[in-house]
Every structure is written in structure tokens, then in C-alpha cells.
């Protein structure tokens, strides 16, 4: 790596000659919201806003992004606002303007249709585009207006080429059968169904076969006099991100393009699970059931949690079988059951035991009395607090503290000036991030989602307490950067000593205590989750389970590595390696009546009473029409989740006032709610 740097630099100062480009220098890129690539709600802002990023960073060099409408960011670009725009695919008759630098992972176009169609598409590959676009002549095709195909599409006589501004509107024209089929982008496609046409999950599919792989690049400015050499500067950055792995990792880290494993005469098990410790160890320790098991090699897809879900669901939502195991919870076990995507689960061997399954979380696992997933580890929610900082500030943690209480200790205890906040709550947008504490926290004050009827509630005063309180909390007594964190962040901060509270999951109980993974284990004091007006919905029910895929190939295979994984074998497998501090929790009785756990868990009877209490169905003050406690337990809600996610966290920016924020979740409620038939028709907000 140290020679392929000495080497890019020198090609580097050889390439800018006597052109005014210093280490440092700021380029300034135009782009525009193009998820799930590039966007201000994604991920780091996509995965093109990352690899671009550090592509110039391993250069000495600073990016900034603008965001435009494509057609503004071209002008902005050519009349010189901008240094160039990215991502931009190649295109010849803007070689006059731009400059193109190599190419890196882009858009994958294909056929989507009707799942009910029986239209039927030759084999073919981009060797044969011209044939595979002559094969659809006679069907009526949406395309989006200046696609990479459509220029190809010129030169075909069809029966109807409808041209379209967004991909949204293609994927409408389609599920109305104004059009026969659509090209579309294939991550653009599932992801817009999963966030803007949640109804729609089931109803369409890819047809094989893809039409084109079309890489991105960025595009400079060619009368620029930096234009030749910005592009110079990426593209050793881009090499250096190749060489190093790190192209690969971002990838990864947005959960697009994986790599398929070498092919070999082993079953392959593609398993999609979430990046926390205990999936991480299950990771490591998997080595020990392929070493048992010879025939079969186990591909691992780790993700942060709502780039998985949104993975999970949109490889569904157009009927694609990526994965053989896959991490689901208690909100998608009955939903995902119910539309045959997952497999029921029987026949266990005696030594399984699954009675022993604690009774709330193989409920929250079954449909239609059948086990559709096994618990990897099972949650409640409760706060936890330092002891010393308590002491020290003269207070008390009562054994169920009420909201009035919490805020009174975040005052007491709050010191930045030592990084000290004096609480920590999630503040990620997303339905498994701010949302599944923010819903709890709705539910004490006695609000709910949606009355009996299915009309939405976001405007209640319930919701507006709700809100102004969480944002008093975090905007006067949280950590910086709120918005960017959730559980895998907080538990940083709360076991490296910065956070004096933390509302959240009891699985983070046996890191907090573990001497090896935290600073103040011995001082972390517990209590239940808070209390404003009812103790109904105030802590949650989970539990992240593993299930298998009904698209899977090795269904047999792949029932028998989830059985080993959620094992009392597994179990003390962990134990053995780490400690009973580090075993899951929340899934087996035997767990709890474990000495040797309950030696290192003084949590552990407080977390399995909690589990056993909370109730999915009694969750709200006021009669509801669903079930879930932190979650709707309904195909929309990691779309609603999402969405009204973003407006509270908008709040915490400062961006929109809380009534803002509010009535703008009520019309995102109301308005999928009608298109999804729950409620009458009405004009759409």
C-alpha cells in the first residue's frame, strides 16, 4: 500500500503540472437525490457520497456536495458553481461539457412487471440490448426520460413507449396496467417500493433478463483548467479504494452490489443479519458448525439495522431470493408469514427443546399457531443510569421512574464541559432506530398511532407531549450529533462513560456489566423503562430471530444451522468463549435458571419479568386496531416509520418547529393509509 501511494502521488504532481491544486483544496461536486445511492436521509448520505468522499480524501483532498435537480446541477456545473457532478453516467454527447472519470459500481437495469402478468422475456445480456429491446415491441414500456436505455429505445418501433420524469411514476403507471413492463433502476425500484408503495410488496417482479450494468462516474467540468486533473485525483483515489478493500466495504456497509462467493461444490447459505455483537459472535463461532459440517459454507451480508430491513423487504418487494437465512423480528415473523416469504418450522430433535422458548417471544414468532422463526435473543426496554454520578448530584433512582423524574436527573447530572450528557435516547431516524423508542414513549403519555378506525393520530396532544418532550431532553441535556446515533452508537458512548442515562433495550445489559467491553461496569445502576401517564406500552417487546427464506434452495440446510444457533448447545458455546455474561438473552428459560448466569446478571430477573409483562396486544391506553408495543404491526409501518422518523428528527435539527413535524407525519399517515385501502377515500394531502 506505501509503494502504491509513493507511486500514485508522483503520477499525481506529474499529471497536475503547474495547475494550483494543494493538498486540502475543497472540490465542490453538484449531485442529486438519487436513493438508494446518494441522498440526505440515507446512511452517510449513500453509498456514492461515501466512495467519492473517500476516494478524494485518500488524496489530501476535501469534497462538498451540492444537491440540485439533475437539470439544475448540470447548468450549475457548466457554467462553473460547480467543480463537477456526481454520480453521472457516461454519455458521448456530453463529451463537449465534461470530463469522465473511471467507472465505478452503478445502476443495474430491469424488467419489472405485474406478478400476475404472463408476459414472458427471452434470455439475454447487454452483449444482445438491441435484441432483448426489439423482444419487448409489442408490449406498452415505461422508461424514464434520459435512462440509458431509452436512448436505445429510440431506434425500436413499439407498440407504446411511455417516457417518464421519476421512477415513482413508472412503477404507478405499472400497478394501474397503463403499461405492460418498466426498466428501472433494480435498487431504485425495491427501495421505492418499500418506502413510497409499501401496499405494493408482492405484487411485481423482476423478469430476467438484466438489461444493462451502468456504471457511474463523476463528471468534470471540461473547460475547467482543474477539470483533467480532478479527474487525475479521483481516479488514484478510486485504485487506492479498490486495492485496499475499501470500495468492497462501503458496498457492503449500504448493502448493495455483494460480491457471490467463489463457486465451489459446498452449499452455499447466504445469511442477511444486523452488525451487533451478538450476530457478530454468532459470526465467529459459526466457524465451529462449518467445521462439523464440511458441505457447507456460510456467506455472511452484515449491515447496519435499517439498511438490512430496507435489503430484507425490497429483495421481497419484487420477488427476489437473495438470501437462505435471513434476521427478522416479532414485527415481521406474522406479516411475512402470512404472505408465504418465510418458511413454518417443525420437527425439532427432542435436545432443542422448545418449550423451553419463553412464551411472549415464541408467540411474537408464530402465525396461525405455527413457528415461523427461533430467537437469536429476546428484549424488553429499561433505563439504565450511573450510580456515581447519581451519588454525587445527591440524587436517587426510583425502581420505576416517571418521565418528571428522568428530566429533573438529566439536569442534575449533565456536565459537557467533562462529555458527560445526562441522557442518551436514539435520535437515527428510522422505525427500528428513533421510532421504536419514541412509539413507547407515545404510549405513556396515552397516544397511539391510529384510533379504532384507522385514522391517524399524530396530531394529538398525546404526540405533541411526546415530542416536546423528547426534544427538551436531547437538545438540552443529550450528546452531540443526536440524529446520527442509535443503539450500536449510544452503547459506545454509555460504556465509555459520556452518557448519565440511557433508555433502551435490555440486551444491552450484559455488555454494560461485562469489565471487558465497559468502563463503568461497576457503577451501571438499572431501573424500569419511564412513566409519564400510563405504564401501558411503556416498554417494549423484541426479539431478533432467524428464519428461512421460502426461495431458499437448501430449506433442509438451513433449518438445521438456525436450530444449532438458537441451541442451549449455542449458548453454552458463548459462555465458554466469553463468559455467561455474553450469552443471549431473553430466549430460554433454562438461561435464567442458570446459576452460573445469575452469578454475572444481576439484571436477569428484572429482564425476564419484563419480557413475560409486556404485552403486544394490551399496548396502548386507549383501544387500537393493531398490535405491536414499539412497532404497528402492519406491511406500511417501516415506511410510516421512516418517514415520520425524518420529521422528528428535523425537530432536533431545528429544521421545522414541532407542530410542523407533527402535522406532516399526519398527512404521511393519512394519505398511505388511504392508498393502502385502510381507510375511506379522501382527497390525498
Known sequence: MKLFKIYSMFIFFVAIGAGRIYAGDTIVLATTEREPYIGKNLLNQGYVYELVSEAFSQMDHNVKFKYFPLARAIKETIKGSTDGIAPFSFDKKRLNDFVFSDPFPGDNLVILKKKSSKISIPGGSIENLSDILNSLKKYKVGIVRGSTVAAEFDKVQVVGKTLLVKDIQSIDMLAAGRVDLIIIDKFSAADLLTKERPHLIGELEFTPPALVSNPFHVAFLKKSKRGEQFKTIFNLGLKALQKNGRLAAIQAKHGLFFSPAKANKKIKLTIATVNNREMSIMQNLSKVYEKSHPNIQLEWQLTDENTMRTRLLSGLAVNEGQFDIMSIGAFEAPIWAKN???????????????????????????YDGKLYALPFYGESSMTYYRKDLFKAAGIKMPKSPTYADILKFAKKIHNPQKKIYGICLRGMPGWGANISYFTTLVNTFGGRWFDENWNAEIESPEWRKALSLYKRLLTQ?????????????????????????????????????????????????????????????????????????????????????????????????????????????????????????????????????????????????????????????????????????????????????????????????????????????????
Open 477 to 685: 441535556y443529550g450528546p452531540p450529533n443526536v440524529t446520527s446515533q442509535s443503539f450500536n452508537e449510544i452503547k459506545e458512548l454509555f460504556s465509555s462513560g459520556h452518557c448519565g442515562m440511557w433508555v433502551d433495550a435490555t440486551v444491552a445489559a450484559g455488555m454494560l456489566f461485562d469489565s471487558k467491553q465497559s468502563k463503568v461496569h461497576d457503577v451501571v445502576g438499572f431501573a424500569s423503562a419511564p412513566i409519564a401517564k400510563t405504564k401501558t406500552g411503556s416498554q417494549w417487546l423484541w426479539t431478533w430471530a432467524l428464519a428461512v427464506s421460502s426461495t431458499s434452495k437448501f430449506p433442509n440446510e438451513a433449518f438445521e444451522f438456525i436450530r444449532w444457533a438458537t441451541s442451549k448447545e449455542y449458548i453454552k458455546l458463548v459462555a465458554k468463549r466469553d463468559g455467561w455474561i455474553s450469552v443471549p438473552p431473553g430466549t430460554r428459560q433454562s438461561t435464567y435458571d442458570n446459576k452460573n448466569y445469575q452469578s454475572v446478571a444481576p439484571f436477569a430477573d428484572f429482564i425476564l419479568s419484563a419480557i413475560k409483562n409486556a404485552s403486544s396486544i394490551n399496548n396502548t391506553l386507549m383501544p387500537s386496531p393493531y398490535h405491536g408495543i414499539q412497532f404497528v404491526e402492519i406491511p406500511e409501518f417501516p415506511s410510516l416509520g421512516l418517514k415520520v422518523g425524518l420529521e422528528i428528527s428535523k425537530t432536533l435539527k431545528g429544521e421545522i418547529s414541532i407542530d410542523k413535524a407533527l402535522t406532516n407525519g399526519q398527512a404521511i399517515v393519512s394519505n398511505q393509509m388511504q392508498r393502502s385501502g385502510y381507510t375511506k377515500k379522501k382527497k390525498l394531502q
Open 340 to 366: 408465504k416469504w418465510i418458511t413454518p418450522l417443525s420437527e425439532f430433535p427432542e435436545e432443542y427443546d422448545v418449550s423451553d422458548l419463553l412464551k411472549p417471544i415464541r408467540e411474537s414468532l408464530s
